[in-house]
């Protein structure tokens, strides 16, 4: 029942009250109406609505800001339906345009179309159902339930293709790949040389240094492999900065994605720790296929508080395999220093990705002489912290994340060259 | 079509509201009047009003129809103001709800509404015709018994297509 038939119901039942009491025919005669109107509902009772519904989303993963296109198809298999209305239920964070709602009638058999467009930011997204209201025409009677149309949809972070970022991991993986090896073997860079040996190419005869020293030498090269590539995305809460809707987590996951495809894309096989909730691992593998498995961790990834994960002491470095790269996303914090060194002294070679959250900051605070001073002062402090990593001999990549990640990168990249090759 | 119906029954309201100064109910006559006036117009009334406006119109006007029934304004033109009041109200609601329903629904909607009304309007005018209320004569008697009989035949086989679909 509705609240209009409460409304014309109360109004019956007084007059008719009125009349007895009063002893008023005309009262009486009166109420009738309005008595006859409140039993509409019983004497004709509203069906129970049998509605199959089918969702189709396309495509069912989608990068942040692309629209997806949804089709929602309603069958009534029950009995015709005078007056419905569906709407359907967007799980929050999505944004729907077009049809996501429906009044009229829906005859036995008859089945209607809503096409809808719904965008969101990263993360993935549970569609449950749709809220379904029948009613009579004269609105006497309503029934409310709702009807479950599953569906999931996963918004994936935004990525930026990098180029030339260069590692060089003490221990490298059988496979040919992109990653200089140390060791000699099929290759195109220059290793050393040594005494001719018979079955080595002739093409590979160093006739200089031969004449020099009277014998047959041989150029050897560096095999370059594929590597195991650790990613850790920092996701505690402390490190986050958050103003005016923007957040630094955001660019954080977008380098972390970027990151993945490009070392994906060049061979290497690589595993992703989110640490900051709790510990989330995507077990390393190689392929679009583990693209796809990091991407849809990095689309859920979220910032986490938890008293065990507070420091990146806790950090499970058994997960990593011996002398492998390690690259950490992470706006960084002083007291990271300590194990960011001690993987250093496991044998890992890091790389540091740090979103400059000073940077980031200031764009939303004002422009004035508290902020300068206040800027100079943690810039102060982090420039100690990055020192004190460079020392430790962790590369670190400063990012004033107003850039693409691959300019401050291929600008890192000078020095790095040059700390490899020593 | 449902929005002129409504127009329609609410000036409707006013006319009968305004038969009550023959009676000397000069009061409810103004009160209800310019109520039922504003209630006419409400169109471009947000929403919110609309529906408070709609729901104190019906009452009011109930009140001053039970009253007049009370204090000897006759029951026949309070019955009128009450299936006059109903549609007004109802009209109301489904454009509330439905305001762009196709013409098909609301020639099903007004159907529906004026049987349902029409009904109450005649067993209202029975029961003063049985009180003595108003004065009996052959054909108007032959013609409302015949309708009613109709109608009542009419919402029975309804509600028997509606309990056994196909």
Known sequence: ?422 | MVRWVKRLTTTVNIVFLFAFFLYGRTGIATVGGVVNLVWAFDERLPSSIRRFLRVWALMINTAFLAYGAFSGVPSTLALFLAGSSLLSWNAGLFLERWGDAPLTIQYQYLRQLGTRVALGLLAGLSAATLQGHVTLFFLPVFLLMSAAGFLWLRIISEALKNRNPG
């Open chain 1, 1 to 422: 029942m509705t609240r209009a038939w409460s409304v014309i119901t109360s109004l019956s039942l007084i007059l008719l009250l009125g009349g007895l009491v009063l002893k008023n025919g005309a009262l009486l005669a009166v109420a009738l109406p309005y008595l006859l109107f409140s039993l509409i509902p019983f004497w004709r009772s509203l069906e129970e609505p049998r509605l199959a519904i089918e969702r189709r989303l396309e495509p069912h993963h989608l990068w942040g800001g692309q629209p997806c296109h949804m089709t929602l198809s309603i069958q009534n298999v029950g009995n015709n339906l005078e007056e419905v209305s569906l709407a359907d239920v967007l799980p929050a964070g999505l944004r729907g345009e077009g049809d996501l709602k429906y009044h009229g009638r829906l005859w036995a058999g008859q089945t209607e179309t809503l096409f809808s467009i719904v965008r969101g930011v990263r993360g993935k997204y549970e569609f449950s159902g749709v809220k379904v209201v029948t009613s009579d025409l004269l609105g006497m009677s309503r029934h409310e339930e709702f009807v479950p149309s599953a569906g999931t949809l996963a918004v994936l972070p935004a990525m930026e293709r990098l180029e030339g970022l260069k590692i060089s991991p003490r221990r490298t993986r059988v496979y040919t790949g992109a990653i200089r090896s140390r060791e000699s073997g099929a290759g195109v860079e220059f290793f050393g040389t040594r005494g001719y040996v018979p079955g080595d190419p002739l093409r590979h005869l160093n006739w200089k240094a031969g004449a020099r020293w009277d014998i047959l030498i041989t150029n050897l090269f560096e095999q370059e492999r594929v590597a195991d590539v650790g990613i850790i995305l920092d996701a505690r809460s402390i490190v986050e900065v958050r103003a005016d809707g923007e957040s630094l987590f955001e660019h954080s996951i977008q380098a972390a994605a970027s990151l993945a495809e490009y070392f994906l894309r060049e061979g290497n096989r690589v595993g992703l720790l989110i640490y900051g909730r709790m510990i989330e691992w995507t077990f390393p593998g190689y392929g679009r296929q583990q693209r796809s498995r990091i991407l849809a961790a990095l689309a859920q990834a979220e910032l986490g508080e938890h008293a065990v994960f507070k420091e990146l002491e806790r950090l499970p470095t058994r997960l990593f395999p011996s002398e492998s790269q390690i690259v950490l996303v992470s706006p960084l914090l002083p007291r990271d220093v300590h194990m960011l060194r001690y993987l250093r002294a496991l044998g890992y070679r890091v790389l540091v990705i740090s979103p400059d959250a000073i940077a980031f900051e200031k764009l939303f605070l004002p422009q004035d002489e508290y902020t300068a001073l206040a800027e100079r002062i943690a810039r102060m402090e982090r420039n100690a912290t990055l020192s004190k990593l460079r020392r430790a001999q962790v590369n670190v990549v400063e990012w004033d994340v107003t850039l693409p990640l691959r300019i401050p990168i291929k600008q890192a990249m000078v020095g790095l060259k040059r700390w490899y090759a020593g």
